[in-house]
T-cell receptor, first 115, second 114 residues
Framework: DAKTTQPPSMDCAEGRAANLPCNHSTISGNEYVYWYRQIHSQGPQYIIHGLKNNETNEMASLIITEDRKSSTLILPHATLRDTAVYYCIVRGINAGGTSYGKLTFGQGTILTVHP | DAGVIQSPRHEVTEMGQEVTLRCKPISGHDYLFWYRQTMMRGLELLIYFNNNVPIDDSGMPEDRFSAKMPNASFSTLKIQPSEPRDSAVYFC????????????FGEGSWLTVV
C-alpha cells in the first residue's frame, strides 16, 4: 500500500472550512484514497473515498490532484463536533472489483475546531 | 439497522485472567475485523475473517490471543492469560464485500489489565 503523510495537528475556527491535506506520492493506478475520522472515545467512522475525480457527500468533499500524489479533505463548515483525528488511507482494489481486506491506519491529523 | 455491537464496553481484570471480547457484526456483512488501539501503537489490525473464515491473523501479537467466528453474526477475541500490556481499546468492525473499504466500526471494548 502507498504510504501517506499527514500533518500531526491542525486548528480551525467554527463555521469555517477545514482543509486537511494528505500526501501519497507513491500511489499506484488502482489505489483509492479513503478518509476516516475518529472522535474521542468512539470507533473510526468512514467519511469519503475517491480514485481520481473529486467527490462530495453529505459529510465532506475530497479533492484529488491531477497527478493523484496528494489530496485534501474539506469540511465546508466545521463545527465543534468535527474535532477528531482524521485518517487518510490509500488502499487498492483487486482485479475482481472487491477490495483487499486490510485497512492500515497511520497516525492521522488531530483537527481541533475552536469557537 | 443496528451497527456493530461489542461487549463488554469496559472491563477491568487482573493479570493472568482470561478475557473474552464479543462482537456482533452488521447483519449481512461478510467481513469482520478485530483492531487494537493504544497510544503508543495507534490502530493495529489483529485479524480479519471473510465468511467466518480467518484470512489474515498476522497481526495477532502472540499465542495468548485467539479469535473465532462460529457463525456470521458472532465473533470472539480471547486473551489467555491477560497481561498489563494488553490494556487497550479493542475494536470490531465489519464490511460488505463489493462496497470498497467502507468499514463500520463498533464503539470498542476498553480493556484494563491490572
Amino acid at each position: 500500500d502507498a504510504k501517506t503523510t499527514q500533518p500531526p495537528s491542525m486548528d480551525c475556527a467554527e463555521g469555517r472550512a477545514a482543509n486537511l491535506p494528505c500526501n501519497h506520492s507513491t500511489i499506484s493506478g488502482n489505489e483509492y484514497v479513503y478518509w476516516y475520522r475518529q472522535i474521542h472515545s468512539q470507533g473510526p467512522q468512514y467519511i469519503i473515498h475517491g480514485l481520481k475525480n473529486n467527490e462530495t457527500n453529505e459529510m465532506a468533499s475530497l479533492i484529488i490532484t491531477e497527478d493523484r500524489k496528494s489530496s485534501t479533505l474539506i469540511l465546508p463548515h466545521a463545527t465543534l463536533r468535527d474535532t477528531a483525528v482524521y485518517y487518510c488511507i490509500v488502499r487498492g482494489i483487486n482485479a475482481g472489483g472487491t477490495s483487499y481486506g486490510k485497512l492500515t491506519f497511520g497516525q492521522g491529523t488531530i483537527l481541533t475546531v475552536h469557537p | 439497522d443496528a451497527g456493530v455491537i461489542q461487549s463488554p464496553r469496559h472491563e477491568v481484570t487482573e493479570m493472568g485472567q482470561e478475557v473474552t471480547l464479543r462482537c456482533k457484526p452488521i447483519s449481512g456483512h461478510d467481513y469482520l475485523f478485530w483492531y487494537r488501539q493504544t497510544m503508543m501503537r495507534g490502530l493495529e489490525l489483529l485479524i480479519y475473517f471473510n465468511n467466518n473464515v480467518p484470512i489474515d491473523d498476522s497481526g495477532m501479537p502472540e499465542d495468548r490471543f485467539s479469535a473465532k467466528m462460529p457463525n456470521a453474526s458472532f465473533s470472539t477475541l480471547k486473551i489467555q492469560p491477560s497481561e498489563p500490556r494488553d490494556s487497550a481499546v479493542y475494536f470490531c468492525a465489519s464490511r460488505l464485500q463489493g462496497t470498497g473499504n467502507t468499514i463500520y466500526f463498533g464503539e470498542g471494548s476498553w480493556l484494563t489489565v491490572v
